[in-house]
Protein backbone atom coordinates (compact mmCIF):
# COMPACT_ATOMS: atom_id res chain seq x y z
CA UNK A 1 0.00 0.00 0.00
CA UNK A 2 2.99 2.37 1.11
CA UNK A 3 4.57 1.56 -2.20
CA UNK A 4 1.75 2.18 -4.65
CA UNK A 5 0.41 5.15 -2.51
CA UNK A 6 2.37 8.00 -4.83
CA UNK A 7 2.16 5.98 -7.94
CA UNK A 8 -1.87 5.81 -7.95
CA UNK A 9 -3.65 8.13 -5.34
CA UNK A 10 -6.93 7.39 -6.28
CA UNK A 11 -6.67 3.90 -5.22
CA UNK A 12 -5.70 4.88 -2.11
CA UNK A 13 -8.59 6.85 -1.48
CA UNK A 14 -10.88 4.46 -2.57
CA UNK A 15 -9.58 1.81 0.09
CA UNK A 16 -9.86 4.51 2.88
CA UNK A 17 -14.03 4.90 1.57
CA UNK A 18 -13.85 0.91 1.78
CA UNK A 19 -12.44 1.02 5.44
CA UNK A 20 -14.54 4.09 6.97
CA UNK A 21 -17.73 1.69 5.75
CA UNK A 22 -16.98 -1.52 7.57
CA UNK A 23 -16.29 0.68 10.32
CA UNK A 24 -19.32 2.33 10.13
CA UNK A 25 -21.00 -0.51 9.94
CA UNK A 26 -19.55 -2.18 12.79
CA UNK A 27 -20.33 0.84 14.99
CA UNK A 28 -24.21 0.06 14.19
CA UNK A 29 -24.25 -3.28 14.89
CA UNK A 30 -23.06 -2.87 18.16
CA UNK A 31 -25.36 -0.35 19.03
CA UNK A 32 -28.25 -1.30 17.44
CA UNK A 33 -29.68 -3.91 19.82
CA UNK A 34 -28.75 -1.64 22.87
CA UNK A 35 -31.23 1.06 21.08
CA UNK A 36 -33.91 -1.78 20.24
CA UNK A 37 -34.15 -4.28 22.99
CA UNK A 38 -37.38 -2.73 25.42
CA UNK A 39 -36.91 -5.49 28.40
CA UNK A 40 -33.51 -5.97 28.69
CA UNK A 41 -34.12 -8.34 31.63
CA UNK A 42 -36.00 -10.76 29.06
CA UNK A 43 -33.48 -11.47 26.61
CA UNK A 44 -31.25 -14.46 26.29
CA UNK A 45 -27.83 -14.54 25.49
CA UNK A 46 -28.21 -17.24 22.63
CA UNK A 47 -30.41 -15.67 19.65
CA UNK A 48 -34.18 -16.96 19.34
CA UNK A 49 -34.68 -20.10 17.32
CA UNK A 50 -35.71 -20.43 13.96
CA UNK A 51 -39.18 -20.30 12.64
CA UNK A 52 -38.90 -24.23 12.06
CA UNK A 53 -37.56 -25.27 15.01
CA UNK A 54 -39.40 -28.16 17.13
CA UNK A 55 -37.72 -28.92 20.34
CA UNK A 56 -38.61 -32.57 20.02
CA UNK A 57 -36.66 -32.81 16.91
CA UNK A 58 -33.74 -31.39 18.18
CA UNK A 59 -33.77 -33.82 21.25
CA UNK A 60 -33.71 -36.70 19.32
CA UNK A 61 -30.97 -35.34 17.24
CA UNK A 62 -28.92 -34.31 19.78
CA UNK A 63 -29.35 -37.81 22.23
CA UNK A 64 -25.89 -39.91 22.87
CA UNK A 65 -27.29 -43.11 21.50
CA UNK A 66 -27.39 -41.79 17.95
CA UNK A 67 -23.76 -41.55 18.37
CA UNK A 68 -22.80 -45.13 19.46
CA UNK A 69 -22.65 -47.58 16.20
CA UNK A 70 -24.81 -50.23 15.82
CA UNK A 71 -23.75 -53.56 17.43
CA UNK A 72 -24.24 -56.50 14.70
CA UNK A 73 -26.43 -59.11 15.27
CA UNK A 74 -26.64 -62.36 13.62
CA UNK A 75 -29.71 -63.36 11.28
CA UNK A 76 -32.26 -65.88 12.40
CA UNK A 77 -31.61 -69.78 11.05
CA UNK A 78 -33.91 -70.72 8.47
CA UNK A 79 -36.91 -72.24 9.73
CA UNK A 80 -36.03 -75.84 9.37
CA UNK A 81 -40.01 -76.89 8.92
CA UNK A 82 -40.15 -74.92 6.31
CA UNK A 83 -37.15 -76.27 4.55
CA UNK A 84 -38.42 -79.74 4.92
CA UNK A 85 -42.33 -80.38 6.63
CA UNK A 86 -41.73 -84.10 7.41
CA UNK A 87 -38.86 -85.56 7.39
CA UNK A 88 -39.67 -88.43 8.92
CA UNK A 89 -41.20 -89.80 5.96
CA UNK A 90 -38.51 -89.01 3.86
CA UNK A 91 -36.25 -91.22 6.00
CA UNK A 92 -38.42 -93.96 5.93
CA UNK A 93 -38.68 -94.52 2.65
CA UNK A 94 -35.46 -93.73 2.24
CA UNK A 95 -34.84 -96.90 4.18
CA UNK A 96 -37.36 -98.98 2.83
CA UNK A 97 -36.19 -98.09 -0.79
CA UNK A 98 -32.70 -99.78 0.78
CA UNK A 99 -33.74 -102.76 2.78
CA UNK A 100 -36.90 -103.50 0.31
CA UNK A 101 -35.88 -102.61 -3.26
CA UNK A 102 -38.38 -104.73 -5.21
CA UNK A 103 -41.23 -103.62 -2.35
CA UNK A 104 -42.60 -107.22 -1.89
CA UNK A 105 -42.73 -106.99 1.10
CA UNK A 106 -43.86 -103.48 1.41
CA UNK A 107 -47.10 -105.14 -0.40
CA UNK A 108 -47.21 -107.94 1.69
CA UNK A 109 -48.35 -106.26 4.39
CA UNK A 110 -49.53 -102.81 2.91
CA UNK A 111 -53.16 -102.01 4.20
CA UNK A 112 -54.50 -100.90 0.45
CA UNK A 113 -53.76 -104.84 -0.56
CA UNK A 114 -56.54 -107.25 -0.04
CA UNK A 115 -53.83 -110.48 -0.16
CA UNK A 116 -51.72 -108.54 2.55
CA UNK A 117 -50.86 -110.71 5.62
CA UNK A 118 -53.45 -110.46 8.20
CA UNK A 119 -53.69 -112.13 11.58
CA UNK A 120 -54.28 -116.09 11.48
CA UNK A 121 -51.99 -116.61 8.52
CA UNK A 122 -50.01 -119.28 8.23
CA UNK A 123 -46.32 -117.67 7.19
CA UNK A 124 -42.72 -119.18 6.79
CA UNK A 125 -39.83 -116.72 7.56
CA UNK A 126 -37.08 -117.32 5.41
CA UNK A 127 -33.29 -116.48 7.44
CA UNK A 128 -30.26 -115.63 6.22
CA UNK A 129 -28.60 -117.13 9.48
CA UNK A 130 -30.62 -120.52 10.65
CA UNK A 131 -33.66 -122.04 9.71
CA UNK A 132 -36.44 -120.74 8.49
CA UNK A 133 -39.21 -120.09 11.02
CA UNK A 134 -43.09 -120.86 10.59
CA UNK A 135 -46.02 -120.10 12.21
CA UNK A 136 -49.89 -118.37 12.65
CA UNK A 137 -49.51 -114.79 13.01
CA UNK A 138 -50.71 -113.44 15.92
CA UNK A 139 -49.95 -109.82 16.25
CA UNK A 140 -48.74 -107.59 13.09
CA UNK A 141 -47.09 -103.92 15.20
CA UNK A 142 -46.32 -101.22 13.79
CA UNK A 143 -44.85 -99.00 16.36
CA UNK A 144 -44.53 -95.51 14.47
CA UNK A 145 -43.44 -95.86 10.90
CA UNK A 146 -43.80 -98.34 8.53
CA UNK A 147 -39.91 -99.15 8.82
CA UNK A 148 -41.17 -100.84 12.58
CA UNK A 149 -43.48 -103.36 11.42
CA UNK A 150 -43.22 -106.44 12.81
CA UNK A 151 -45.05 -110.01 13.44
CA UNK A 152 -45.56 -112.29 16.16
CA UNK A 153 -45.53 -115.85 14.90
CA UNK A 154 -46.51 -118.60 17.20
CA UNK A 155 -45.64 -122.39 16.37
CA UNK A 156 -45.25 -125.57 18.76
CA UNK A 157 -42.25 -127.00 17.85
CA UNK A 158 -41.64 -130.69 20.15
CA UNK A 159 -44.78 -129.70 22.23
CA UNK A 160 -43.67 -126.48 23.45
CA UNK A 161 -45.07 -123.21 22.54
CA UNK A 162 -42.79 -120.48 20.36
CA UNK A 163 -43.15 -117.40 19.74
CA UNK A 164 -41.12 -115.33 17.45
CA UNK A 165 -41.29 -111.35 16.46
CA UNK A 166 -39.37 -110.64 13.58
CA UNK A 167 -39.16 -107.46 12.14
CA UNK A 168 -40.52 -107.44 8.71
CA UNK A 169 -37.49 -105.35 7.22
CA UNK A 170 -34.53 -107.27 8.80
CA UNK A 171 -31.58 -107.44 6.82
CA UNK A 172 -30.97 -110.92 8.49
CA UNK A 173 -35.43 -112.17 6.92
CA UNK A 174 -34.59 -113.52 3.42
CA UNK A 175 -38.36 -113.98 2.53
CA UNK A 176 -41.70 -114.08 4.20
CA UNK A 177 -44.29 -116.77 2.34
CA UNK A 178 -47.69 -117.11 2.66
CA UNK A 179 -48.17 -120.59 3.45
CA UNK A 180 -52.04 -120.53 4.22
CA UNK A 181 -54.58 -117.85 4.71
CA UNK A 182 -56.98 -118.09 7.68
CA UNK A 183 -59.88 -120.01 6.65
CA UNK A 184 -61.97 -116.87 7.96
CA UNK A 185 -61.32 -113.03 8.62
CA UNK A 186 -60.00 -112.90 12.58
CA UNK A 187 -62.21 -110.15 14.17
CA UNK A 188 -59.28 -109.46 16.37
CA UNK A 189 -56.11 -107.80 15.19
CA UNK A 190 -54.35 -109.43 17.84
CA UNK A 191 -55.00 -113.07 18.61
CA UNK A 192 -53.46 -113.74 21.86
CA UNK A 193 -56.52 -115.97 22.62
CA UNK A 194 -54.70 -118.65 20.90
CA UNK A 195 -52.16 -118.94 23.46
CA UNK A 196 -54.67 -120.87 26.08
CA UNK A 197 -55.13 -124.57 24.97
CA UNK A 198 -58.60 -124.47 23.41
CA UNK A 199 -57.90 -121.98 21.36
CA UNK A 200 -54.52 -123.20 20.26
CA UNK A 201 -53.54 -124.40 16.49
CA UNK A 202 -50.91 -126.38 17.68
CA UNK A 203 -47.85 -127.20 15.16
CA UNK A 204 -48.20 -125.77 11.89
CA UNK A 205 -45.28 -128.09 10.55
CA UNK A 206 -47.61 -130.07 8.58
CA UNK A 207 -49.24 -127.44 6.77
CA UNK A 208 -45.43 -125.64 5.92
CA UNK A 209 -44.18 -129.48 4.65
CA UNK A 210 -47.00 -130.08 2.35
CA UNK A 211 -46.61 -126.50 1.03
CA UNK A 212 -42.98 -126.80 0.85
CA UNK A 213 -43.58 -130.22 -1.20
CA UNK A 214 -45.99 -128.68 -3.34
CA UNK A 215 -43.70 -125.61 -3.84
CA UNK A 216 -40.68 -127.53 -4.58
CA UNK A 217 -42.89 -130.14 -6.90
CA UNK A 218 -44.85 -127.59 -8.80
CA UNK A 219 -43.54 -124.93 -11.44
CA UNK A 220 -41.44 -122.24 -9.98
CA UNK A 221 -43.34 -118.82 -11.18
CA UNK A 222 -46.14 -117.36 -8.91
CA UNK A 223 -46.20 -120.31 -6.21
CA UNK A 224 -47.00 -118.04 -3.55
CA UNK A 225 -50.65 -117.29 -3.38
CA UNK A 226 -52.02 -120.01 -5.06
CA UNK A 227 -50.44 -122.76 -3.49
CA UNK A 228 -51.23 -121.19 -0.34
CA UNK A 229 -54.93 -121.14 -1.38
CA UNK A 230 -55.20 -124.24 -1.86
CA UNK A 231 -53.73 -125.94 0.94
CA UNK A 232 -55.84 -123.59 2.74
CA UNK A 233 -59.26 -125.41 1.13
CA UNK A 234 -57.74 -128.63 1.51
CA UNK A 235 -56.88 -127.66 5.30
CA UNK A 236 -60.58 -126.17 5.66
CA UNK A 237 -61.70 -129.51 4.66
CA UNK A 238 -60.12 -131.03 7.14
CA UNK B 1 -40.32 -124.25 39.05
CA UNK B 2 -38.79 -125.56 35.91
CA UNK B 3 -39.38 -128.53 33.78
CA UNK B 4 -36.36 -130.81 33.33
CA UNK B 5 -35.80 -131.88 29.81
CA UNK B 6 -33.34 -134.27 30.06
CA UNK B 7 -33.58 -138.26 30.78
CA UNK B 8 -32.00 -137.91 33.77
CA UNK B 9 -35.07 -138.63 35.64
CA UNK B 10 -36.32 -135.82 37.04
CA UNK B 11 -39.23 -134.23 36.33
CA UNK B 12 -39.53 -130.89 37.79
CA UNK B 13 -36.77 -128.83 39.51
CA UNK B 14 -37.32 -126.03 42.00
CA UNK B 15 -34.64 -123.17 41.70
CA UNK B 16 -32.73 -122.04 44.60
CA UNK B 17 -29.84 -120.10 43.13
CA UNK B 18 -28.63 -118.23 40.59
CA UNK B 19 -25.19 -118.69 40.37
CA UNK B 20 -22.75 -115.95 39.82
CA UNK B 21 -25.97 -113.65 39.09
CA UNK B 22 -27.18 -110.92 41.33
CA UNK B 23 -30.24 -111.09 38.94
CA UNK B 24 -32.60 -113.73 37.32
CA UNK B 25 -31.56 -116.44 35.79
CA UNK B 26 -31.72 -116.30 30.99
CA UNK B 27 -30.89 -119.06 29.05
CA UNK B 28 -27.36 -120.54 29.70
CA UNK B 29 -26.78 -118.82 33.60
CA UNK B 30 -26.16 -121.86 35.23
CA UNK B 31 -28.44 -122.75 38.90
CA UNK B 32 -29.37 -124.63 41.57
CA UNK B 33 -31.80 -126.85 41.85
CA UNK B 34 -34.05 -129.10 44.07
CA UNK B 35 -35.80 -132.01 41.96
CA UNK B 36 -39.31 -131.94 43.09
CA UNK B 37 -40.85 -134.27 41.12
CA UNK B 38 -39.35 -137.66 39.18
CA UNK B 39 -40.39 -138.68 36.07
CA UNK B 40 -42.10 -141.86 35.64
CA UNK B 41 -41.55 -144.50 33.33
CA UNK B 42 -44.26 -146.60 32.93
CA UNK B 43 -47.75 -146.88 31.49
CA UNK B 44 -48.60 -143.20 32.23
CA UNK B 45 -45.69 -142.04 30.66
CA UNK B 46 -45.93 -139.68 27.99
CA UNK B 47 -45.36 -140.52 24.66
CA UNK B 48 -42.48 -138.13 24.13
CA UNK B 49 -39.97 -140.61 26.83
CA UNK B 50 -39.57 -143.31 24.64
CA UNK B 51 -38.26 -145.51 27.52
CA UNK B 52 -41.18 -146.96 28.21
CA UNK B 53 -39.49 -150.93 28.34
CA UNK B 54 -37.36 -149.34 31.11
CA UNK B 55 -37.95 -152.23 34.19
CA UNK B 56 -37.38 -150.08 37.28
CA UNK B 57 -38.46 -146.93 37.57
CA UNK B 58 -35.15 -146.67 39.81
CA UNK B 59 -32.77 -148.11 37.33
CA UNK B 60 -33.66 -144.93 34.72
CA UNK B 61 -33.32 -142.25 37.18
CA UNK B 62 -30.14 -140.71 38.18
CA UNK B 63 -31.50 -138.43 40.08
CA UNK B 64 -34.16 -138.63 43.11
CA UNK B 65 -36.80 -136.28 44.77
CA UNK B 66 -35.06 -133.77 47.05
CA UNK B 67 -31.51 -133.84 45.56
CA UNK B 68 -29.95 -130.82 45.13
CA UNK B 69 -28.37 -130.43 41.50
CA UNK B 70 -26.72 -127.56 39.56
CA UNK B 71 -28.41 -127.08 36.13
CA UNK B 72 -28.70 -124.99 32.84
CA UNK B 73 -31.37 -123.01 32.16
CA UNK B 74 -32.47 -123.82 28.40
CA UNK B 75 -35.95 -122.13 28.22
CA UNK B 76 -37.72 -119.19 29.43
CA UNK B 77 -41.54 -117.27 29.54
CA UNK B 78 -39.68 -114.31 29.60
CA UNK B 79 -38.88 -113.10 26.08
CA UNK B 80 -35.36 -112.05 24.85
CA UNK B 81 -34.59 -110.35 22.42
CA UNK B 82 -31.54 -111.51 20.39
CA UNK B 83 -28.60 -109.02 18.41
CA UNK B 84 -30.67 -109.13 15.10
CA UNK B 85 -33.86 -107.67 16.65
CA UNK B 86 -36.13 -110.47 17.05
CA UNK B 87 -37.95 -111.36 19.89
CA UNK B 88 -37.72 -115.17 20.82
CA UNK B 89 -40.65 -116.43 23.83
CA UNK B 90 -41.57 -119.88 25.01
CA UNK B 91 -44.27 -121.29 26.82
CA UNK B 92 -42.40 -122.87 30.13
CA UNK B 93 -39.26 -122.48 31.38
CA UNK B 94 -36.74 -125.57 31.03
CA UNK B 95 -33.23 -126.60 32.52
CA UNK B 96 -30.58 -129.56 31.82
CA UNK B 97 -29.33 -131.27 34.53
CA UNK B 98 -25.84 -131.26 34.56
CA UNK B 99 -22.62 -132.49 37.25
CA UNK B 100 -20.93 -130.07 39.14
CA UNK B 101 -17.90 -130.40 36.44
CA UNK B 102 -20.56 -128.99 33.60
CA UNK B 103 -21.47 -132.19 32.05
CA UNK B 104 -24.89 -133.12 31.46
CA UNK B 105 -26.14 -135.40 33.59
CA UNK B 106 -28.82 -136.94 31.07
CA UNK B 107 -27.71 -138.60 27.79
CA UNK B 108 -30.47 -137.10 25.95
CA UNK B 109 -33.13 -134.05 25.55
CA UNK B 110 -36.36 -133.76 24.44
CA UNK B 111 -37.60 -130.68 23.11
CA UNK B 112 -36.58 -127.46 21.75
CA UNK B 113 -33.81 -124.84 23.46
CA UNK B 114 -33.00 -121.24 23.44
CA UNK B 115 -29.79 -121.09 21.06
CA UNK B 116 -27.78 -118.95 23.56
CA UNK B 117 -27.19 -122.02 25.42
CA UNK B 118 -24.69 -122.77 22.99
CA UNK B 119 -22.81 -119.30 22.99
CA UNK B 120 -22.67 -119.55 26.90
CA UNK B 121 -20.52 -122.33 26.55
CA UNK B 122 -22.86 -125.11 26.68
CA UNK B 123 -22.66 -126.42 22.54
CA UNK B 124 -22.48 -130.36 24.29
CA UNK B 125 -25.71 -129.81 25.89
CA UNK B 126 -26.88 -127.66 22.60
CA UNK B 127 -25.50 -130.93 20.22
CA UNK B 128 -27.78 -133.38 22.24
CA UNK B 129 -30.92 -130.85 21.73
CA UNK B 130 -33.02 -132.13 19.06
CA UNK B 131 -34.34 -128.92 18.09
CA UNK B 132 -32.69 -124.94 18.80
CA UNK B 133 -34.83 -121.54 18.26
Not at chain 1, 79 to 92: E, G, M, Q, R
Not at chain 1, 114 to 121: S, T, Y
Amino acid sequence: MSLSAPVRPLACIRQAIRQCRTERQQTRRYAAPATEVEYPSLQTRYPPPTPGFRPSQAIKQNRFETGLKKIPVVPPPRSTTKACPDPISILTNKQISVLDPTGARTRLFSPANPERVQPGDILVVRLRTGDPVSGVVLNIRQRHQPIDTAILLRNQLTRVGVEVWFKVYSPNVEGIEVVQRAVKRARRAKLYYMRQPRHDVGSVEGVVKQYLRQRSGGPLGNREANTGRKTGSKKGRK
Amino acid sequence: MLNVIDNSGAAVAECVKVLKMDRHAKIGDRIIVVIQKQRTFGPESSPSSSKTSTSSVAAANKVRRGDIRHAVVVRTKKKYQRPDGSVVGFEDNACVLINKGGEPIGTRLSGVVGREVGGRGWSKILSLAGLQV
